[in-house]
């Protein structure tokens, strides 16, 4: 079946550094991937997507690309603040299904 | 996006009572909703899929008579716990399906419960 492993927590970083978390998967066909991002207190919120092989999706200074080859979609930030801290989700849908397979969580916390 | 809320936030119940848990979607029509189950420091579990005026499709291992699902509008999704345990302690999350032809989904804040 699908699943999504991602790089375990949690992670604390200065303000200004630079962010990697990563996320491979394994999936029948082409999937299309996800970021979700999960604030203190808040719901899960669409952070970046990517639906093909090679794109690239972006928002909010985060970048994730979608390698075929390596079954991974690693998330990446040049210069991470504090507003940052939060719990990131990658996450996959596959086919024509409606359901998220979601990785487990990374915790991040930015400090001034 | 759209607006998701949950009721309540966070409750504490005991052992063999049941606790009913509201999802609903603000600004937007959802005819499909979905309910997930999260332990700490792991991944989202999709326990059912919601459709408006149906039953609920469970995922496999969701027992259907314990986790009473109502998804009786396009704006609110009932989840009851009946008969809860300590192991039914858990964070409880449901989303929104943006539309029939769309894979985007609108979280809700989530709620704790905690079964003494």
């Known amino acids: 079946g699908d699943s999504v492993t991602q790089m375990e927590g949690p992670v604390t970083l200065s303000e200004e550094a630079f962010l990697t978390i990563n996320c491979t998967y394994t999936?029948?066909?082409?999937?299309?991937l996800f970021w979700y991002v999960q604030y203190p207190g808040e719901g899960l919120q669409l952070l970046l997507k990517a639906t093909k092989a090679d794109d690239k999706g972006s928002n909010k200074g985060f970048e994730a690309t979608y390698r075929k080859e390596t079954t991974s979609f690693h998330l990446e930030k040049g210069s991470v603040q504090v507003s940052d801290s939060a719990v990131y989700f990658c996450a996959l849908l596959s086919g024509s299904a409606r359901q998220l397979t979601f990785g487990s969580g990374t915790q991040l916390t930015v400090l001034p | 996006g759209a607006v998701v809320s949950q009721h309540p936030s966070w409750v504490i119940c005991k052992s063999g009572t049941s606790v009913k848990i509201e999802c609903r979607s603000l600004d937007f029509q959802a005819t499909t909703m979905f309910w997930y189950r999260q332990f700490p420091k792991q991944s989202l579990m999709l326990m059912a899929t919601s459709n408006e005026g149906s039953k609920a499709t469970y995922e496999q291992g969701v027992e259907k008579d314990k986790f009473l699902i109502n998804h009786a509008s396009l704006t609110l999704s009932t989840l009851t716990v009946t008969s809860a345990h300590p192991e039914d302690s858990s964070f409880y999350i449901c989303?929104?399906?943006?539309?029939?032809?769309?894979?985007?989904?609108?979280f809700g804040p989530g709620t704790r419960l905690t079964v003494t």
């Open positions: 999936a029948t066909g082409y999937p299309s």
């Open positions: 989303s929104v399906l943006a539309g029939a032809n769309s894979y985007e989904q609108y």
